[in-house]
Protein backbone atom coordinates (compact mmCIF):
# COMPACT_ATOMS: atom_id res chain seq x y z
CA UNK A 1 0.00 0.00 0.00
CA UNK A 2 1.52 3.34 -1.04
CA UNK A 3 1.18 5.61 1.42
CA UNK A 4 1.93 9.09 -0.87
CA UNK A 5 0.72 9.29 -3.79
CA UNK A 6 2.94 11.57 -6.31
CA UNK A 7 1.38 13.13 -9.36
CA UNK A 8 2.18 13.80 -12.53
CA UNK A 9 4.53 10.83 -13.32
CA UNK A 10 6.51 13.00 -15.43
CA UNK A 11 5.90 16.81 -16.87
CA UNK A 12 7.63 18.82 -19.70
CA UNK A 13 8.07 22.52 -18.99
CA UNK A 14 9.44 25.36 -21.17
CA UNK A 15 12.64 27.48 -19.72
CA UNK A 16 10.80 29.89 -17.28
CA UNK A 17 7.45 27.89 -16.38
CA UNK A 18 6.52 26.50 -13.12
CA UNK A 19 6.28 22.63 -12.96
CA UNK A 20 4.29 21.56 -10.53
CA UNK A 21 4.17 18.50 -8.74
CA UNK A 22 1.11 17.07 -6.26
CA UNK A 23 1.88 14.26 -3.36
CA UNK A 24 -1.00 13.07 -1.33
CA UNK A 25 -0.48 11.21 1.92
CA UNK A 26 -2.76 8.93 4.21
CA UNK A 27 -0.50 8.70 6.99
CA UNK A 28 -2.03 11.33 9.64
CA UNK A 29 0.87 11.03 11.92
CA UNK A 30 3.34 11.83 9.31
CA UNK A 31 5.24 14.86 10.71
CA UNK A 32 8.08 15.44 7.70
CA UNK A 33 7.67 16.04 4.41
CA UNK A 34 11.11 16.24 2.39
CA UNK A 35 11.05 16.47 -1.24
CA UNK A 36 14.29 14.81 -2.73
CA UNK A 37 15.88 15.69 -6.18
CA UNK A 38 17.67 12.67 -8.75
CA UNK A 39 19.75 13.50 -11.69
CA UNK A 40 20.48 10.37 -13.74
CA UNK A 41 23.00 8.06 -12.39
CA UNK A 42 23.34 9.84 -8.81
CA UNK A 43 21.58 9.53 -5.67
CA UNK A 44 18.46 11.64 -4.66
CA UNK A 45 19.56 14.57 -2.88
CA UNK A 46 17.14 16.72 -0.26
CA UNK A 47 16.18 19.92 -1.97
CA UNK A 48 13.41 21.03 0.51
CA UNK A 49 11.29 20.00 3.77
CA UNK A 50 8.14 20.83 5.29
CA UNK A 51 6.61 20.11 8.78
CA UNK A 52 2.73 20.15 9.06
CA UNK A 53 2.50 22.92 11.26
CA UNK A 54 3.20 25.63 8.75
CA UNK A 55 1.42 26.12 5.14
CA UNK A 56 4.32 27.30 2.87
CA UNK A 57 8.35 27.09 2.70
CA UNK A 58 10.79 28.88 0.11
CA UNK A 59 14.32 28.15 -0.74
CA UNK A 60 15.40 30.00 -3.68
CA UNK A 61 13.38 28.98 -6.50
CA UNK A 62 11.71 25.79 -4.93
CA UNK A 63 8.60 26.22 -3.05
CA UNK A 64 6.21 23.97 -1.29
CA UNK A 65 2.71 24.33 -0.11
CA UNK A 66 0.99 22.37 2.29
CA UNK A 67 -2.61 21.89 3.11
CA UNK A 68 -2.77 19.37 6.36
CA UNK A 69 -6.80 19.63 6.11
CA UNK A 70 -6.54 17.96 2.75
CA UNK A 71 -3.51 15.76 3.32
CA UNK A 72 -1.84 17.18 0.30
CA UNK A 73 1.00 19.07 -0.39
CA UNK A 74 3.07 20.10 -3.34
CA UNK A 75 6.23 21.29 -5.11
CA UNK A 76 6.47 24.47 -8.01
CA UNK A 77 9.44 24.94 -9.32
CA UNK A 78 9.45 29.08 -10.19
CA UNK A 79 11.31 30.04 -13.29
CA UNK A 80 12.61 27.05 -14.07
CA UNK A 81 15.85 26.01 -16.09
CA UNK A 82 17.21 23.09 -18.30
CA UNK A 83 19.50 22.61 -15.04
CA UNK A 84 16.90 21.91 -12.93
CA UNK A 85 15.80 19.07 -15.19
CA UNK A 86 15.51 15.79 -12.53
CA UNK A 87 13.60 13.31 -11.26
CA UNK A 88 11.90 14.44 -7.82
CA UNK A 89 10.55 12.70 -5.12
CA UNK A 90 8.32 13.84 -2.04
CA UNK A 91 8.13 11.69 1.03
CA UNK A 92 6.34 11.58 4.56
CA UNK A 93 7.99 9.91 7.59
CA UNK A 94 6.48 9.82 10.77
CA UNK A 95 9.40 8.83 13.17
CA UNK A 96 12.76 9.82 14.78
CA UNK A 97 14.47 6.97 12.64
CA UNK A 98 13.28 8.63 8.94
CA UNK A 99 11.32 5.71 7.78
CA UNK A 100 10.51 7.46 5.09
CA UNK A 101 7.88 6.67 2.58
CA UNK A 102 8.15 7.62 -1.19
CA UNK A 103 6.32 9.01 -3.69
CA UNK A 104 6.60 7.05 -6.86
CA UNK A 105 8.82 10.20 -7.90
CA UNK A 106 7.93 12.68 -11.45
CA UNK A 107 10.33 13.09 -13.70
CA UNK A 108 10.52 17.04 -14.82
CA UNK A 109 12.27 18.02 -18.32
CA UNK A 110 12.99 21.74 -18.33
CA UNK A 111 13.20 22.82 -22.05
CA UNK A 112 15.65 25.41 -23.56
CA UNK B 1 35.78 14.13 0.44
CA UNK B 2 33.22 13.74 2.88
CA UNK B 3 30.87 11.63 1.78
CA UNK B 4 28.60 8.20 1.39
CA UNK B 5 30.47 5.97 -0.90
CA UNK B 6 29.58 2.67 -2.27
CA UNK B 7 31.37 -0.47 -4.05
CA UNK B 8 31.03 -1.51 -6.41
CA UNK B 9 29.22 1.19 -8.54
CA UNK B 10 28.02 -1.76 -11.34
CA UNK B 11 27.96 -5.23 -10.38
CA UNK B 12 26.73 -7.38 -13.49
CA UNK B 13 25.88 -11.23 -11.83
CA UNK B 14 24.74 -15.02 -12.86
CA UNK B 15 21.43 -15.77 -10.96
CA UNK B 16 22.27 -17.83 -8.12
CA UNK B 17 25.34 -15.99 -6.83
CA UNK B 18 25.95 -14.54 -3.89
CA UNK B 19 27.47 -11.05 -4.13
CA UNK B 20 27.82 -8.30 -1.47
CA UNK B 21 27.64 -4.48 -1.78
CA UNK B 22 29.94 -2.31 0.31
CA UNK B 23 28.89 1.47 1.94
CA UNK B 24 30.94 3.73 4.24
CA UNK B 25 30.33 7.15 5.36
CA UNK B 26 32.66 9.66 6.81
CA UNK B 27 30.02 12.28 7.73
CA UNK B 28 29.89 11.06 11.02
CA UNK B 29 25.78 9.95 11.33
CA UNK B 30 24.68 7.39 13.75
CA UNK B 31 21.69 6.20 11.53
CA UNK B 32 22.28 4.43 7.88
CA UNK B 33 20.04 2.45 5.31
CA UNK B 34 19.92 0.72 2.35
CA UNK B 35 17.29 2.02 -0.31
CA UNK B 36 15.91 -0.50 -3.69
CA UNK B 37 15.35 1.55 -6.08
CA UNK B 38 13.76 -0.71 -9.06
CA UNK B 39 13.37 -0.34 -12.65
CA UNK B 40 10.34 2.32 -12.64
CA UNK B 41 12.54 4.53 -10.05
CA UNK B 42 10.27 3.42 -7.20
CA UNK B 43 12.45 3.93 -3.77
CA UNK B 44 11.56 1.84 -0.85
CA UNK B 45 13.65 0.96 1.99
CA UNK B 46 15.15 -2.19 3.25
CA UNK B 47 16.95 -2.10 6.44
CA UNK B 48 18.25 1.17 8.84
CA UNK B 49 20.90 0.76 11.33
CA UNK B 50 21.22 3.60 14.26
CA UNK B 51 24.64 2.56 16.27
CA UNK B 52 25.15 -0.87 14.60
CA UNK B 53 21.79 -1.90 15.62
CA UNK B 54 18.75 -2.85 13.24
CA UNK B 55 15.82 -0.66 13.69
CA UNK B 56 14.00 -1.01 10.28
CA UNK B 57 13.49 -4.09 8.80
CA UNK B 58 11.19 -4.15 6.28
CA UNK B 59 9.65 -7.18 4.45
CA UNK B 60 12.66 -7.93 2.22
CA UNK B 61 13.40 -11.91 1.30
CA UNK B 62 15.75 -13.48 4.24
CA UNK B 63 18.37 -13.70 1.18
CA UNK B 64 19.16 -9.82 2.10
CA UNK B 65 21.44 -9.42 4.96
CA UNK B 66 22.76 -6.39 6.18
CA UNK B 67 25.84 -5.97 8.10
CA UNK B 68 26.97 -3.06 10.50
CA UNK B 69 30.59 -3.79 11.59
CA UNK B 70 30.29 -0.71 12.98
CA UNK B 71 28.44 2.84 12.41
CA UNK B 72 30.22 4.33 9.78
CA UNK B 73 29.57 1.17 7.44
CA UNK B 74 26.65 -0.86 6.08
CA UNK B 75 27.08 -3.64 4.06
CA UNK B 76 24.40 -5.72 2.25
CA UNK B 77 24.98 -9.49 1.32
CA UNK B 78 22.65 -10.87 -0.79
CA UNK B 79 22.40 -14.86 -1.45
CA UNK B 80 21.02 -16.99 -4.51
CA UNK B 81 20.31 -13.78 -7.11
CA UNK B 82 17.65 -13.91 -8.31
CA UNK B 83 16.53 -12.25 -11.81
CA UNK B 84 13.94 -10.07 -9.69
CA UNK B 85 17.03 -8.62 -7.54
CA UNK B 86 18.14 -6.10 -10.56
CA UNK B 87 17.88 -2.56 -9.81
CA UNK B 88 19.98 -0.16 -8.26
CA UNK B 89 20.61 -0.58 -4.21
CA UNK B 90 21.21 2.96 -2.44
CA UNK B 91 23.33 3.70 1.05
CA UNK B 92 22.16 6.63 3.14
CA UNK B 93 23.02 7.98 6.41
CA UNK B 94 21.62 10.62 8.63
CA UNK B 95 22.66 12.03 12.38
CA UNK B 96 20.13 10.47 14.73
CA UNK B 97 19.11 14.20 15.37
CA UNK B 98 18.01 15.23 12.42
CA UNK B 99 16.04 13.75 9.48
CA UNK B 100 18.12 14.86 6.21
CA UNK B 101 19.60 11.83 4.68
CA UNK B 102 22.60 11.71 2.11
CA UNK B 103 22.22 9.07 0.03
CA UNK B 104 25.44 7.74 -1.83
CA UNK B 105 25.62 7.36 -5.62
CA UNK B 106 24.43 3.32 -5.67
CA UNK B 107 25.24 0.22 -6.98
CA UNK B 108 23.48 -0.76 -10.17
CA UNK B 109 22.77 -4.16 -9.97
CA UNK B 110 22.13 -6.53 -13.23
CA UNK B 111 21.38 -10.31 -12.50
CA UNK B 112 21.20 -12.39 -16.08
Known amino acids: QQQVKQSPQSLIVQKGGIPIINCAYENTAFDYFPWYQQFPGKGPALLIAIRPDVSEKKEGRFTISFNKSAKQFSLHIMDSQPGDSATYFCAGTTDSWGKFQFGAGTQVVVTP | DTAVSQTPKYLVTQMGNDKSIKCEQNLGHDTMYWYKQDSKKFLKIMFSYNNKELIINETVPNRFSPKSPDKAHLNLHINSLELGDSAVYFC???????????FGPGTRLTVL
Open chain 2, 92 to 102: ASSPTSALEQF
